[in-house]
């Protein structure tokens, strides 16, 4: 039974704060001490001595501030820890300042919380200008890297005259790496261990695991002469000890000489990298442990651990507020583009083969870089809850709380961020946690502190309030063994004067004592939590609700029954004699209805606010139409058009609805709510087919006819200018005969004598 019960109050409690995360008013779970009640979400403590009417436990001194003020306890005697005491321990202004740079503020502040009640505070950050930077260049050495070294050698004055474009104050180290000094990542025979090129040709230095070359300076000239000594190296397979470099590199503070600036590691390669679990192939079974292994020359063999894992790696980089650049080749990008996505403060940039571009790459991450913010917690205890909403630049705020605070695109603005904090349940202390911005040193330290005891007089021993026989804490009556009471009136000598009280608490012989909802003290009823009567049996919290409110708001819950004011009726006093949301247009409920509490239910077949609107109007006075039109008598027709005033509209009209294609009414409502139907011949209907085909038959014909005539037309034309030509050329032809030997006369004349006539 007890752990049923503490099932249910954990429930409850559960509730309470999902209530309370969404936004909503949280229910107050009456308690029955001070303390517990103060760490109730929406609860608040009345002192005040007489406050509890006779026979109610302490319990009900427990309640919402509302309800405590309704019952009479004066506002002195509330105990409402509402206000979160907060104070700034360290609230420097923002500045850029090269002896006292402040990017974030406030740097230190302390905070009480009350449990389920969340507290808000906000956050300013403004990059400061001309802020120093180290970078670190870390280069990969093996072969492959041959044509890189050279371009290496000479950009120490490019990159510090490009980082000189952001800030004036510019560090530069270097540093290598290939990859572990042992079988099968690096070669063991002899030869090759000394020169590990793959041809004879080339000169190359023996492979390591990481080398500090130079750690960081400002002196350009240095870091190119130490560049310039280097060596290409080499080893066996692909993959190098990159992530063994950066762990070294990061680590390695005091030897890399980093400073408290902004901390950039470049790193550059073409290929892919070891991961953790790597080492066991060369029998490495110990898990890197993050520290600084380089030896007095800067050098560090990777023989005694396995390489880091990324999730180690990305811890001590923001640890240590290096932001990364990978600057690797178009080959391998998809590979680091994984990996940097895994890493908080890096980007990565695609390299030419001959790292030709690393200088712009790393002007172009950087700024990549420095334009993104994130806002985080570091060492928030379990029970606190910590959220963000970011107010970037353009004043976009953020609407939704979210686990980190985000902004990109930022410069050299100011911008804001709205920190919440939530805490579930008391800590055991003080705790203190940090918010940082990644890729910045400064910090935010929050000192969290929780109210849960209450402020109360001192106890007063052998109060007068408790017949001098307890003592009197909060309003509450402690009292000394043998006596009970809410003000330890009644002495308990032994168990018979206990037996002879609780026929007292019953209301009959069969039924529980005190109804079940409290227990038996000197004869009388102590009711549990919101139970009162003098036999516990009411509960002035168990009335209907509407509108999520106890009697709707217009009323007073005794003993579960809803007492209502100002002429509000109904179980929930949710029946308001006001008609003003019934009133319409068409009057009251537009008559189609009846207004009841305030609300209009509808007859069948309408709906709505003011029930104007008609249900499957068509369907339901199809059959009035049918009346009509089939020409049954009035009286059968009235029954089936719902009273409605009937019009019969003359010529064709299309309505809203139709009757058997050939007739179409409407339906609706009069100015004083009366049903009014319209109804008419639908307009003859036109075969759509027989149109279609009949003007595309006519259509072709007619171009057919108009065709032919163009073509005669033409024909005719044609013939005329044919026969013009014709006529033209005859009369330009001459016909001259003695230019034509053809037509020369006879030069001999025979004359045939039996012709020849006589003249005589």
Request: aromatic share 6%; glycine share 8%; charged share 25%.
């Amino acid at each position: 039974m007890v752990m049923k019960a503490v099932v249910i109050v954990t429930f409850l409690l559960h509730c309470v704060g999902q209530r309370q995360i969404l936004g909503q008013e949280p229910l107050c779970q009456s308690l029955p001490s001070c303390s517990e009640c103060i760490r109730s979400p929406g609860c608040a403590w009345c002192t005040q001595t007489g406050f509890l009417k006779s026979g109610e436990s302490n319990e009900r001194r427990c309640d919402t501030p509302e309800s405590l003020k309704t019952r009479s306890c004066k506002e002195d005697y509330v105990i409402n820890p509402v206000k979160h005491p907060k104070t700034y321990m360290k609230n420097n202004d923002l500045s850029s300042d090269a002896e006292n740079v402040v990017q974030l503020k406030p740097q230190n502040v302390k905070i009480k919380l009350r449990v389920g009640v969340p507290y808000e505070f906000n956050i300013e950050f403004k990059r400061a200008q001309g802020y120093p930077i180290d970078l670190y260049y870390l280069m990969d050495l093996s072969y492959s890297m041959k044509d890189d070294l050279e371009q290496i050698k000479t950009l120490g004055q490019k990159i510090l005259r490009k980082l000189k474009e952001i800030t004036q104050t510019v560090r530069i180290g270097f540093g290598s790496f290939v990859d572990k000094e042992m079988l099968p990542y690096v070669s063991q025979v002899k030869a090759k261990r000394q020169n590990p090129c793959p041809n004879r040709i080339d000169t190359c230095q023996p492979a390591f695991s990481f080398q500090n070359v130079l750690p960081l300076t400002d002196n350009a000239k240095e870091f190119e002469n130490e560049v310039s000594k280097q060596k290409i190296s080499g080893n066996l397979d692909s993959p190098e000890a990159g992530l063994d470099a950066i762990m070294q590199a990061a680590v390695c503070k005091d030897k890399i000489k980093w400073g408290d600036v902004t901390r950039i590691l470049v790193y550059t390669s073409d290929d892919t990298f070891h991961m953790a679990g790597d080492g066991r192939l060369a029998g490495v079974f110990q898990p890197h442990n993050g520290q600084c292994h380089l030896n007095d020359k800067g050098s560090y063999d990777g023989k005694s651990y396995d390489y880091p894992s990324v999730g180690h790696l990305s811890r001590v980089l923001q640890d240590n507020n290096i932001q990364l650049i990978f600057a690797v080749t178009e080959g391998i990008y998809p590979a680091y583009k994984a990996l940097s996505a895994l890493i908080p403060q890096s980007v990565v940039g695609v390299l030419k083969n001959d790292s030709s571009n690393v200088v712009d790459l790393i002007s172009e991450a950087y700024g990549n870089l420095s334009s993104t913010l994130v806002l985080e917690q570091e060492g928030a205890p379990e029970e606190l809850h910590v959220s963000y909403r970011s107010n970037c630049k353009g004043n976009q705020a953020d609407t939704k709380w979210k686990e980190k605070g985000e902004c990109k695109g930022i410069k050299h603005e100011k911008v804001e961020f709205q920190v919440r904090l939530n805490v579930t349940k008391c800590l055991m202390k003080p705790q203190t946690f940090r918010i940082k911005m990644q890729g910045i040193s400064e910090e935010v330290k929050v000192n969290v502190d929780t109210v849960c005891d209450c402020d109360c007089d001192p106890p007063e021993e052998s109060s007068q309030h408790c017949n001098g026989t307890g003592t009197l804490s909060c309003g509450v009556c402690s009292c000394k063994g043998g006596y009970l009471g809410q003000h330890c009136e009644c002495e308990q000598k032994d168990m018979n004067s206990t037996l002879t009280m609780m026929p007292s608490c019953r209301p009959d012989n069969h039924s529980q004592i005190c109804t079940g909802n409290g227990i038996c003290e000197c004869g009388k009823c102590v009711c549990h939590g919101q139970y009162n009567g003098e036999y516990c049996q009411c509960d002035d919290s168990s009335c209907e609700r509407h509108d999520n409110k106890l009697c709707n708001g217009k009323g007073s819950c005794k003993c579960g029954t809803c007492l209502c004011e100002e002429d509000y009726t109904g179980t929930a006093c949710d029946c308001s004699p006001s008609t003003d949301k019934c009133e319409g247009k068409m009057g009251l409920c537009s008559g189609q209805g009846e207004c009841i509490c305030n609300q209009c239910k509808c007859k069948d077949g309408f709906r709505g606010d003011h029930c104007s609107v008609f249900i499957n109007v068509c369907t339901r006075f199809k059959d009035c139409v049918a009346c009509y039109v089939d020409k049954f008598s009035e009286a059968v027709c009235a029954k089936r058009c719902w009273n409605a005033k009937i019009v019969h509209l003359e010529g064709t009209h299309e309505l809203q609805c139709t009757y058997k294609d050939t007739n179409s009414y409407v339906v609706e409502l009069g100015s004083k709510g009366e049903i009014l139907l319209q109804y008419a011949e639908l307009p003859r209907s036109i075969d759509k087919t027989t149109v279609i085909i009949g003007s595309s038959v006519s259509s072709i014909i007619v171009i057919g006819i108009v065709i032919i005539i163009i073509y005669r037309v033409l024909l005719e034309l044609y013939d005329i200018r044919e026969y013009q030509n014709f006529v033209k050329a005859q009369k330009q032809t001459e016909w001259k005969e003695v230019q034509n030997p053809l037509f020369q006369g006879a030069t001999t004349t025979v004359l045939n004598p039996l012709h020849v006539q006589d003249d005589e």
